[in-house]
């Protein structure tokens, strides 16, 4: 009976390693950072070469003419 009762009390002094614990210090998720960093995007287009000219500037995007594509399956009659 004295070794059940020894052996109860290990299991809840090792089970209580396991149980997390009841308030944490902070509740906030967020990190406090000053600013947000920019990402790698946003810093390539902000190292690309600036359009000077007026040429440049006033370029329109290219028309290229549309595709069709051709039917996958053709029946033939033979």
Avoid at 18 to 46: E, G, M, Q, W
Wanted: glycine share 0%; no cysteine; charged share 20%.
């Amino acid at each position: 009976m004295k070794f059940q009762a020894i052996l109860l009390a290990t299991v809840f002094a090792s089970s209580s390693a396991f149980v997390p614990s009841v308030a944490p210090l902070r509740t906030s998720i967020s990190l406090d950072a000053k600013h947000a960093n920019n990402k790698a995007a946003k810093k390539a287009a902000h190292n690309r070469p600036k359009k000077s000219r007026p040429s440049d500037i006033n370029l329109k995007p290219t028309n290229y003419p549309t595709w069709e594509s051709p039917p996958e399956y053709t029946i033939s009659d033979n």
